[in-house]
T-cell receptor, first 114, second 114 residues
Framework: EPEVTQTPSHQVTQMGQEVILRCVPISNHLYFYWYRQILGQKVEFLVSFYNNEISEKSEIFDDQFSVERPDGSNFTLKIRSTKLEDSAMYFC????????????FGPGTRLTVL | AQTVTQSQPEMSVQEAETVTLSCTYDTSESDYYLFWYKQPPSRQMILVIRQEAYKQQNATENRFSVNFQKAAKSFSLKISDSQLGDAAMYFCARDQGGSEKLVFGKGTKLTVNP
């Protein structure tokens, strides 16, 4: 069964550094998402992406964040200058259509900012 | 913002017995979708079951079934014949009308005792 993959599984970085989290969505899916889960808290939506542009973003997704689909298969989340509070599990998800269609999640990247 | 509430932070069940996890939500829409996701210790979220609000029949997937009470805005998950592999965090989620994001509850940690 097709699945969403994410790399790396764990990323440790120093505060102020840039990180890029990578995702490979399911191949025939058209909608892509990033969610964040701070340890012990609920999963929060960050951004959705369709047709090579952001279709929706949350208030968390400020100017420090950006997303890109550089080559038709990868979907990346970049954090330009990491802060301590960016430490979280970041989940990529994809779906064939938007809205009510089932979103399939990747295994996540644990980001630790020191 | 529309919310999803899971009132049980933790639940436990004996192997082979039945357990019910609670979820309530708020909404002003008549048509929407509800989801239960399972997040095992490996941390990849897996879709357990999906319910369309316009369908009166409760969704069922093998040992997993829901009790969907639309008027009460309640969407509980019943796990029958619990197995050790059912131990995980369970998240209730709903789509948000006019949006592509999922809104999650805080989760219920399920322990299965042998």
């Amino acid at each position: 069964e097709p699945e969403v993959t994410q790399t790396p599984s764990h990323q440790v970085t120093q505060m102020g550094q840039e990180v890029i989290l990578r995702c490979v969505p399911i191949s025939n899916h058209l909608y892509f998402y990033w969610y964040r889960q701070i340890l012990g808290q609920k999963v929060e939506f960050l951004v959705s992406f369709y047709n090579n542009e952001i279709s929706e973003k949350s208030e968390i997704f400020d100017d420090q964040f950006s997303v890109e689909r550089p080559d038709g298969s990868n979907f990346t989340l970049k954090i330009r200058s990491t802060k301590l509070e960016d430490s979280a599990m970041y989940f990529c998800a994809s779906s064939f259509t938007s809205g009510a269609d089932t979103q399939y999640f990747g295994p996540g990247t644990r980001l630790t900012v020191l | 913002a529309q919310t999803v509430t899971q009132s049980q932070p933790e639940m436990s069940v004996q192997e082979a017995e039945t357990v019910t996890l609670s979820c309530t939500y708020d909404t002003s829409e008549s048509d929407y979708y509800l989801f239960w996701y399972k997040q095992p210790p490996s941390r990849q979220m897996i879709l357990v079951i999906r319910q369309e609000a316009y369908k009166q029949q409760n969704a069922t997937e093998n040992r997993f079934s829901v009790n969907f009470q639309k008027a009460a805005k309640s969407f509980s998950l019943k796990i029958s014949d619990s197995q050790l592999g059912d131990a995980a965090m369970y998240f209730c989620a709903r789509d948000q009308g006019g949006s592509e994001k999922l809104v999650f509850g805080k989760g219920t940690k399920l322990t299965v005792n042998p």
